[in-house]
């Protein structure tokens, strides 16, 4: 099994810039993909970016993914956050977890709220 785990939420004023961590444990064999997605409240998981094998993709041009394989870990930047930003992020990975085993796991999120 692998664990995920962020952090780095909170409550912060529109404008301001916020980065959330996620490092996952366990049985990490290989990384294929880590990324995040995010619920408002009231409405379905978003989602915000991945960091790959080979590319980044992220929705938002205020929001930026960057990773640091050697401790199996995703941040996402957050920059010039506005009030609709608020609600849970979410990261997940796509992970090798053994010999031809392969599976995807989600942490339990972080509260990102966003007021003035």
């Known amino acids: 099994q692998v664990q995920i785990a962020e952090s780095g939420g909170g409550l912060v004023q529109p404008g301001e810039s916020l980065t959330l961590s996620c490092v996952a444990s366990?049985?990490?064999?290989?990384?294929?993909?880590m990324g995040w997605y995010r619920q408002a409240p009231g409405k379905e998981r978003e989602f915000l970016g991945t960091y790959g094998l080979d590319a980044v993709e992220y929705l938002a041009d205020r929001f930026t993914i960057f990773r640091t394989t050697a401790t199996n870990s995703v941040f996402l930047r957050m920059n010039s956050l506005k009030p609709e930003d608020t609600g849970v992020y979410y990261c997940?990975?796509?992970?090798?977890?053994?010999?031809?085993?392969?599976?995807?796991?989600w942490g339990q999120g972080t509260q990102v709220t966003v007021q003035g």
């Open positions: 366990g049985n990490v064999f290989g990384i294929y993909a």
């Open positions: 997940f990975g796509d992970f090798s977890t053994g010999l031809n085993k392969r599976g995807t796991f």
